[in-house]
């Protein structure tokens, strides 16, 4: 973020520069890190490689956001002075992450860890891992998309928030502002502009400045809060004086504070200073409570934890605000905790570079404002890249909004992004066939079933023998079920990934129970020298049932053969009994008795093949001839 605001202090304290080091030094101290890395790496070429030289050319590339070259001269200022102060190896892990260089990261945190082992930055150094690094870079099974929204200008713009069908973002945009040392572009001004949705995103027009007299000054105002009934809004701003000029605390330094005004006519007016802001310490970036009774802000103020703390102060019903309280050690680290945001269910997001991350600021959300125990998680991508990304705004019902970030392939220094969660769904087509002549089956019942059983969706295909399930869930496994009478139901099993919009073809292919005057089924087993039925064949024989059902007026007779393999007479037999257990299977599931005109088992007597007494046959060639056979003996239809 190469508008840092919430460390954003302006001095103006001015001496004579004696060398080139101290005149960097005095442009360093001005924040105008642009021109202190062009005279720092002037004494470096002139051959003065110090600790202070080679750490504040880190610095300034670091503070910019320029990680490949923070990388450079923090890496040469490690290499050369072994005891080193640890926040820069602290600053070349995080520019190290940011470049994607996790090993030696990974490396360096350890050996962070050692000297500052009861920093809690460090605190999850069991999680950093390559894997882990990777997994929150990686985008896969995430179903998000970003839009680098066409407002955004070769300038910096950031921190998009949505009041009804207002768009407000801050933007050093106005050339006519002053030049801010830090990045070379003009101070920051609020802009609105209306916003509207569409297919593509959000639609954005009509940008101008705020609407109010005194809101933008010749200084930095940024980051905004409103109330739910659009009256009250909440600002940050550099310290003012009343005659718009910047006011300094003793060591020159100027400090930002929050401020409020009220909606008065359709412009803003009555801008006040919030009663909790210092001239000692910086107060920035608000964010109101979903019920508007809670300010939440960030400061620099002593007693934090770190550089600088997200705080939150009570407003009662009369306005009178409340003593500012630290959110503690669950949100706050060493680090920097910057643009806090709550959103109508109270989940806090925010901006963080002291927790697990990918590289200078990422974007985090926690549970800690409704359990005082819970972690922070870091969102990964899309959100979060190796750059600053920051501004988190979500309109949790709809699962849009946006954040802002200074990562690579933007139009400016920051950029604001629309973001949009969407369910990850896909296709499953197929055409249905009989297995035998390829026909089309039109009329086939397809069922899409899920994991657990449960039939999610039925349709019929049409007269191309086609079906269609949309909006199937990603990364699930379902099975597909053709059924038409007449014809055995096919199964068919298809697992989804998490490609959205991908389409999954399964073709069904459907066996006819019907041919010629048979109706065919797949062998019924019985038990050796048994002639109960099975369970195994009672699910066959369902299949009878079924035809029979869909047509009232047939009339089978059914006929069992065993092999050879026996004495004759036993066969005989056998297989009458097996016939005759098989029909009064048939009789039990409800098919009247004058449906079938015999069952008669014929034992050996009439083999299909070559596999009589005495010859030696295959199982397989012996089983062709063991089998049940139910002919069709009338005009059913």
Not at 53 to 70: H, I, M, Q, W
Not at 128 to 157: A, C, F, R
Request: hydrophobic share 30%; with cysteine.
């Amino acid at each position: 973020m190469k508008t840092k605001l919430i460390i954003l202090i302006i001095a103006l304290s001015s001496s004579f520069a004696f060398s080139q080091k101290k005149v960097a030094d005095k442009f360093f101290e001005n924040f105008a890190y642009i021109k202190a890395s062009e005279l720092y790496q002037k004494a470096y070429n002139d051959g003065d490689d110090s600790e202070h030289v080679l750490t504040r050319l880190g610095d300034c590339y670091y503070n910019n956001s320029e990680s490949e070259k923070a990388v450079e001269w923090y890496g040469k200022a490690i290499e050369k002075y072994k005891n080193i102060n640890p926040e820069y190896i602290f600053k070349y892990i995080q520019s190290l992450k940011s470049v994607a260089r996790y090993e030696e990261a990974n490396t360096w945190l350890k050996t962070f860890k050692e000297i500052q082992n009861d920093d809690r930055r460090v605190k999850d150094l069991n999680l950093n891992s390559l894997e882990k690094y990777n997994e929150l870079s990686s985008t896969e099974g995430v179903y998000v998309e970003t839009i680098n929204l066409p407002l955004n200008t070769q300038y910096s713009d950031f921190g998009g928030y949505v009041q009804g069908d207002q768009f407000i973002f801050a933007s050093t945009r106005n050339a006519s502002r002053k030049v801010y040392k830090w990045n070379d572009e003009p101070f920051l001004d609020i802009y609105e502009a209306s916003i509207s949705t569409s297919d593509n995103g959000p639609e954005i027009d009509n940008i101008e400045p705020i609407k109010s007299d005194d809101m933008n000054t010749d200084f930095h105002e940024a980051t905004v809060a409103i109330t739910n009934d659009g009256k009250t809004i909440y600002f940050t701003r550099d310290n003012v004086t009343k005659r718009k000029k910047l006011s300094y605390d003793r060591k020159g330094t100027s400090h930002l504070k929050i401020y409020k005004a009220e909606l008065v006519d359709g412009t803003w007016q009555n801008i006040v200073e919030l009663p909790f802001n210092d001239d000692v310490f910086s107060t920035g970036h608000p964010a109101l409570s979903p019920d508007n009774n809670t300010l939440y802000f960030v400061s620099d103020r002593e007693g934090g934890y770190g550089q600088t703390d997200i705080y939150k102060v009570h407003i009662s019903t009369d306005g009178i605000y409340g003593n500012p309280e630290n959110l503690g050690p669950q949100v706050n680290t060493e680090g920097r905790e910057m643009f806090p945001f709550v959103d109508k269910d109270n989940m806090l997001y925010f901006s963080s570079d002291g927790f697990l991350n990918l590289g200078l600021l990422d974007i985090f959300k926690s549970d800690a404002l409704n359990n005082s125990e819970a972690e922070p998680v870091n969102l990964g991508a899309p959100y979060n890249s190796g750059y600053d990304d920051f501004a988190y705004f979500i309109d949790s019902e709809k699962g849009t909004g946006f954040f802002s970030s200074n990562r690579p392939g933007g139009k400016g220094g920051d950029d604001i992004y629309s973001f949009g969660i969407y369910e990850c769904k896909q296709t499953i087509t197929g055409i249905a066939r009989d297995s035998e002549t390829e026909a089309i089956l039109p009329m086939v019942s397809v069922e899409l079933i899920d994991e657990t059983g449960k039939v999610i969706n039925t349709v019929e295909t049409n007269d191309e023998g086609a079906y269609t399930f949309e909006d199937v869930d990603c990364n699930k496994t379902y099975t597909i079920r053709g059924s038409k009478p007449d014809y055995k139901d096919d199964l068919v099993e298809v697992t989804t990934d998490d490609e959205n919009d991908k389409e999954h073809t399964a073709d069904l292919s459907l066996i006819p129970l019907i041919k010629g005057n048979e109706i065919v089924i797949n062998p019924i087993f019985f038990d050796f020298d048994k002639w109960n039925i099975r369970p195994d064949a009672a699910y066959e024989l369902e299949n009878i049932v079924a035809v029979m059902r869909e047509h009232p007026k047939m009339v089978i007779k059914i006929e069992s053969h065993t092999d050879s393999r026996g004495r004759d007479n036993y066969n005989m037999k056998l297989s009458d009994r097996r016939a005759k257990s098989t029909k009064d299977y048939l009789l039990s599931r409800n098919i009247a008795p004058e449906r079938i005109e015999s069952a008669i088992g014929y034992g050996e007597s009439q083999l299909v093949n070559d596999c009589s007494n005495g010859v030696k046959c295959s199982k397989e060639k012996h089983q062709e001839n063991r089998r049940s056979k139910f002919i069709i003996i009338n005009d059913y239809n």
